[in-house]
């Protein structure tokens, strides 16, 4: 006969008074987890006691039972209750529902108290997420479902963002197939179709980083950091109808702007704006871009302006700063370093001062009707405008009998018609934007009046004749030939387009870089260019050929050839262009002689990139190479020690981090040595730089906890851990 399954017999409950109660020495809880016992203690007295104690009897020594329960199980609950009872919130008497477990029973104390904290299961985050979302369509607020659990308004709405995922990545969170990390990554775009396209682009990748996925959906975004951003306002954007995106689980600079066209139509439209003011003050043309390319303004002419006079507020103004300034350097004059306030307020002052004396400059009004101006923004956002620059054809013009050289009687060629200035330049300002008039008055079209020209072929074989007496002439003169050397050099470097009709085969070519960093043209060796560049500009008589040539052969011979090699300097090309195997373009043996040449310049100059400002950044190198790139490069500088801590972060934090170790250490990439120094370290055993030996790496490098948290904490230690 078959035996019958014994009935479970279940511990009854009944309400004890709380001063009845005593905590159990068999609680196995002993290191505090979770909320703390003041926020449960809140809790309960907001909803009651969702959950009854567990007790047992307390017996005396010959068996009997004392009316005291002590609880192994619930401990943390009946010290919750006892705040509340000190705080006078709950009576002593109060009934408290309680489990009544025999206290004979085979079973221990110490066994229930593991039991109830072992065998009850966490609630899944999604769980946790979607009854967020209940409470919030059931009325609740933010703020107010932050209160009921202890948490902050900003966390309820990372929950709710989780939430609002796409029902099928929030179906693969649940079954463990994505990380909440990677959740976290997906709430950056709400577009549930996106999200999905994403992860099925992804899935099979082997990245599957967050940050993969968060540069994945705001690919098509602009970043609210981004100088276009920054001009236009986000305020402006979003009242012109744009939308934002925003993580909610880490920094983002403010978010991203989901549509890129109109905040470009916005900027296009508050640039012809500033262009539209700047237009009133006479210029002839004015040039509206984005982006200058380094050398934009080659072959112009800059004018050279006054600068504006100070106002009389403005001179007491600088005049009190001043003083200022100077009582603070005589008051801490004997010191070695001034006080960080005091130091802090110098330079306070010295900013005030610099905006003072950063006068704007006062051109000659008949120069500004033939000159014109850029508008710009800066990589900060900030609006930029380069006044006073006059093109090649704007030039003041003579005109002048072409077959007797002699110039019209008057001195300044014929009279022009009533309303145009006498160089023959309008008075309307014409405003373009990648060659496309954006607004203005487009000027007449010029009539110059040039007079038929001799019969070409008569006039070929005429200068065929002075060519050669030329040639023959100037072969035996060899300090007008360094002259007319110059001229020619001159004229290429700082009037590029007018350079055409020299009666010298000899030139500058200009190197351009299609390619180049965004901050190349505000690097250490652009504005040294720069520099020069505009130091001799102000120097020479450019426009008139004649005057330039009296210059040229009166400065001494250090200075021409000074000058002769600034104007070489701008026909350098160490450029590595992508071969093309079909003739256009170079050659592979061509490039190789370039790069091979432009080593043995280096080397002849010196040349040394670190000192010319290049460092290795996430933005000018690590972000763009591989892991093991990044690792190399840590390896070189810092050790292996140094690279072997970096290896587990991800690609982005590896190079944020690569670029504070690599700060100051002067590692460049191969690409930027010079080879004659490459080699000698080769041959002295040294093709890297000496790397910092790994038993003190933690001394040597000034590592973030994050990194040096788990290392041994003396040298016994790290040897047995290697």
């Known amino acids: 006969m078959a035996k019958s399954a014994q009935k479970v017999t279940l511990s009854p409950s009944r309400d004890i008074p709380f001063d009845k109660l005593v905590l159990s020495q068999s609680n196995v809880r002993r290191i505090k987890a979770g909320i703390s016992v003041e926020e449960l203690a809140e809790d309960i007295a907001r909803r009651g006691l969702l959950q009854s104690l567990s007790v047992r009897p307390v017996l005396a020594d010959d068996g009997s039972e004392t009316g005291k329960f002590e609880i192994p199980a619930g ?40 039991a109830e904290n072992m065998q009850r299961a966490a609630l899944h985050p999604l769980d946790q997420f979607r009854a967020f979302v209940a409470l919030r369509d059931k009325g609740q607020g933010d703020e107010e479902i932050a209160a009921a659990f202890f948490v902050t308004p900003q966390v309820v709405k990372q929950r709710l963002k989780l939430a609002a995922v796409a029902p099928a990545l929030l179906d693969l969170y649940a079954e463990d197939l994505m990380t909440l990390e990677q959740l976290m990554a997906f709430t950056v775009n709400p577009d549930h179709e996106r999200q ?27 970043r609210a950091s981004d100088r276009r951003a920054v001009f236009v306002g986000v305020d402006a954007y979003e009242a012109a109808g744009g939308t934002m995106l925003h993580d909610l689980f880490q920094g983002d600079d403010g978010g991203w702007l989901e549509d890129p066209a109109l905040l470009d139509r916005l900027v296009s439209e508050k640039l012809q704006a500033e262009a539209e003011a700047i237009a009133t003050e006479g210029w002839k043309w004015i040039e509206v871009s984005l ?11 800059r004018l050279s302006g006054d600068p504006a006079p100070m106002t009389d507020d403005e001179g007491t103004a600088h005049a009190k700063l001043l003083a200022e300034y100077r ?18 307020r110098l330079g306070e002052l010295e900013v005030a001062m610099e905006k003072l004396e950063a006068r704007p400059l006062i051109f000659d009004a008949e120069e500004i009707v033939r000159a014109g101006a850029f508008v710009t923004l800066d990589r900060y956002g900030e609006l930029s405008v380069y006044r006073g620059f006059v093109r090649p054809e704007d030039e003041p013009r003579q005109d002048a009998d072409v077959h007797s050289g002699e110039q019209a009687a008057d001195g300044q060629g014929v009279e022009l018609s009533a309303g145009r200035s006498a160089d023959g330049v309008g008075h309307g300002t014409v405003i373009t934007s990648a060659g496309q008039a954006l607004g203005g008055i487009m000027p007449d079209d010029e009539d110059d009046g040039a007079l038929k020209p001799l019969p070409e072929r008569l006039i070929m074989e005429l200068t065929a004749h002075r060519t050669l007496a030329l040639r023959e002439a100037v072969g035996r003169s060899p300090d007008v030939a360094l002259t007319l050397l110059l001229l020619k050099l001159v004229n290429d470097t700082f009037r590029t387009s007018s350079s055409a009709g020299s009666c010298l085969e000899a030139s500058v070519r200009h190197v351009y870089m299609s390619a180049q960093a965004s901050d190349l043209k505000d690097s250490v060796v652009a504005k040294l260019v720069d520099d020069r560049h505009a130091e001799w500009e102000a120097d020479l008589p450019l426009g008139d050929d004649a005057a330039l040539w009296d210059y040229l052969a009166s400065l001494d011979q250090g200075s021409r050839l000074s000058l002769l090699a600034h104007c070489l300097s701008f026909g350098i090309n160490a450029l590595h262009e992508k071969v093309n195997p079909y003739g256009a373009g170079i050659s592979a043996s061509g490039l190789t002689k370039r790069m091979t040449q432009s ?5 002849a100059v010196e040349l040394d990139m670190v000192e010319a400002g290049w460092e290795p950044t996430a933005d000018t190198y690590l972000n763009r190479v591989p892991k093991a790139r990044i690792l190399e490069a840590v390896r070189e500088a810092k050790g292996e020690g140094t690279a072997q801590l970096l290896d587990h972060l991800k690609k982005g934090e590896m190079a944020t981090e690569a670029e504070r170790l690599l700060k100051g250490s002067g590692w460049l990439p ?48 790290m040897m047995a851990a290697e």
């Open 599 to 603: 080593d043995l310049v280096a080397q």
């Open 291 to 301: 982006d200058l390319p380094y050398g934009y303004s080659h072959g112009f002419r």
């Open 670 to 717: 191969e690409v930027l040595r010079r080879h004659d120094l490459a080699a000698l370290d080769d041959a002295e055993g040294q093709g890297a730089p000496e790397p910092v030996s790994d038993a003190g790496q933690t001394e040597d490098v000034d590592l973030p906890a994050f990194l040096t948290a788990d290392l041994p904490g003396d040298d016994a230690s």
């Open 327 to 344: 009582a603070l350097e005589e008051e801490y004059e004997g010191q070695d370093e001034f006080p960080e306030e005091i130091d802090a």
């Open 75 to 114: 401990g943390r609950r009946f010290q919750a209750l006892s705040l509340l009872v000190k705080q006078k919130r709950l009576a002593k008497t109060t009934p408290i529902p309680c489990i009544v477990r025999d206290a004979t029973s085979a079973i221990l104390a110490e066994d229930d108290s593991l």
């Open 196 to 222: 999905v396209q994403v992860w099925e682009a992804i899935k099979s990748s082997w990245n599957k980083e967050p940050y993969q996925i968060r540069r994945m959906l705001t690919e098509t975004s602009v």
